[in-house]
């Protein structure tokens, strides 16, 4: 899927997006729990890039729990910025954010920001050298020492546990509300549209980006979380 078919997706989606994926919010509760860690040790005023930011579910989460944060959300679905800007009005920190609808490589190519959030994202990116070069455009706007962390499907789709797996994914999906229908789609999606991975093939294609020694941290289900830092 070509980057503006999927922005016409995700506008498609924005408006009954969070609708739609609120059984699955245990997960995302649980990763954004766990990240809170990761970045305990950014400046108190930390700067934070949100990658993919979609509706601002997990600003709306770190702006609760580090109020003097600032962000720059951005995402290339103009529907999308919209809602997490209204959602950013709506929790009262929308005054703490800057919106901008693109990809990463239209924000300056400046080490401007103390952390990166990442989430589902990468896994769109079907060229392995593209996603590199992805990874490589938010290592270059995170100061010396930044932390990112990132979330994507992955799982070793050769491997002969792979179909049992997929099975639980899509029970697990089918348990959140989603009717036959919409899991048939995802499935096609998956075989087409996501570059599903092993998880040390991941980590190592955000290594050649820039980000040394990822460490993953957590798992939930196809859903995996890593978090790595820029060289000092």
Do not use: K
């Amino acid at each position: 899927m070509q980057q503006h078919e999927l922005d016409a997706l995700f506008d498609q989606q924005a408006a009954g997006y969070d609708a739609r994926w609120v059984r699955m919010a245990p997960i995302r509760d649980s990763l954004l729990f766990l990240m809170e860690t990761v970045f305990a040790d950014l400046p108190e005023d930390a700067r934070v890039l949100c990658v993919g930011a979609g509706t601002g579910a997990e600003i709306a989460h770190f702006a609760r729990r580090f109020p003097r944060w600032t962000f720059v959300a951005l995402d290339p679905s103009t529907q999308m910025i919209a809602a997490c800007r209204a959602r950013a009005e709506r929790e009262g920190v929308a005054d703490r954010c800057t919106f901008h609808a693109g990809v990463v490589d239209t924000l300056p190519d400046d080490a401007a920001f103390d952390g990166a959030t990442c989430l589902l994202v990468s896994q769109f990116l079907l060229d392995p050298d593209a996603r590199t070069a992805f990874f490589g455009a938010i290592a270059r706007r995170l100061h010396a020492g930044g932390t990112l962390a990132w979330a994507d499907l992955a799982w070793d789709t050769e491997a002969a546990d792979y179909p049992a797996m997929l099975r639980l994914w899509m029970a697990t999906m089918s348990g959140a509300g989603l009717d036959d229908g919409a899991l048939e789609q995802i499935r096609a999606n998956y075989a087409r549209d996501v570059a599903i991975l092993p998880p040390d093939r991941v980590a190592a294609l955000a290594e050649a980006g820039g980000f040394p020694s990822p460490l993953r941290f957590h798992q939930a289900g196809m859903i995996h979380g890593w978090c790595a830092r820029t060289p000092r």
